[in-house]
């Protein structure tokens, strides 16, 4: 999902309104944002400017989707990490990658003329976990050099940068990550419910042709427990099976097909991890 390293988009091109459900959620955050577009205001009432945000929530639920959203609501350039790129780096490699980034979305934010940055970082736990009698102690550098960076933050600087992270287990992150000043906004990110489920169903088969006898609140019915990404992956499959039958639009049928494919999908997962 997220290539190795270096990956740079300038501006993401995802809007709020591509995102389905999560309505709480993308209101706490543009809600939070607006801090980031009204930074001279802010700093007049000498508010402290906002510089995490933590997005957590089950996996594929949207969570690299909002902080791409909202580098676009922003105008601000996006360059992202993952927690498990840090994973069996040397020591001093980690730490050397943290600053590239910030040094990173400094120089591209730059370079196209903009005056804000968000760095996504997904995964942070790898890199963030409690430090108490952990046995990854080659992270505490990755770790220290990622407080450092934040804490460095200004609001007056010319490129103002916002660190979004993302987690699954909130839980297990060290305190250091979590005091002001660092990511001191939360906002989760749950799995859909049924009204949220059918509108990523609409929204992932506006490019697609569906049969008269498709009922997309049905099938949102029938995915109780589905994440934003299955729900994705499912609109996909059914229209694998429409095509290897050659038929010219996705009908009921072949919906039906692909939730056993993709609740399937998640069992032979579960069994290989365990
Ligand atoms: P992970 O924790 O596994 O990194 P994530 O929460 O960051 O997952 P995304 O990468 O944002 O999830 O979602 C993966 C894909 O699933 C998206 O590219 C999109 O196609 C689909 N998706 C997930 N949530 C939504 C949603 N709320 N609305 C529309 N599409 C969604």
Redesign the pocket.
């Known amino acids: ?1 997220h290539a190795k390293r270096g990956q740079k988009e300038s501006i993401p091109s995802v809007r709020f309104d ?5 309505e709480r959620a993308k209101r706490e955050l543009i809600e939070a944002l607006d801090f980031l577009i009204h930074r001279d205001q802010i700093a007049s009432y000498g508010i402290r400017p906002i510089k995490g945000i933590l ?1 957590t ?12 959203a909202a580098a676009h609501y922003t105008n601000s350039v996006f360059v992202s990490a993952s927690g498990s790129e840090f994973v069996e780096m040397y020591v001093g490699v980690g730490a050397g990658r943290i600053r590239d980034l910030f040094r990173d979305a400094r120089t591209l934010a730059r370079k196209k003329g903009k005056t804000s940055a968000i760095i996504f970082i ?2 942070i736990d790898v890199i963030g976990g409690k430090r108490e009698g952990s046995q990854h102690r080659e992270y505490d550098q990755t770790l220290n050099q990622l407080l450092t960076e934040m804490d460095g933050i200004q609001a007056d600087q010319d490129v103002r940068i916002l660190v979004m992270a ?1 987690t ?1 287990r909130k839980d297990m992150l060290d305190s250091a990550l979590l005091r002001p000043g660092r990511f001191d906004r939360h906002i989760t ?1 749950d799995l ?1 419910d049924k009204k ?1 489920r059918k ?2 169903l609409s ?2 088969t506006r490019n697609k042709p569906l049969g008269d006898d498709v009922d997309l609140d049905q099938i949102a019915g029938e995915t109780f427990g589905f ?3 299955q ?3 499912l609109t996909n499959e059914a229209a694998i099976y429409a095509m290897r039958e050659n038929q010219t639009e996705i009908q009921q049928k072949h919906f039906s097909q692909a939730i056993d494919k993709v609740m399937m999908g998640e069992k032979t997962d579960r069994e290989t991890t365990q």
């Open positions: 999902k591509e995102i389905g459900g999560q997005l929530g089950p996996p594929g639920t949207g969570k690299t989707l909002m902080a791409k997904d995964e993302a699954n990110v859909p949220a509108q990523i929204l992932h994440s934003g990404a729900l994705e992956s």
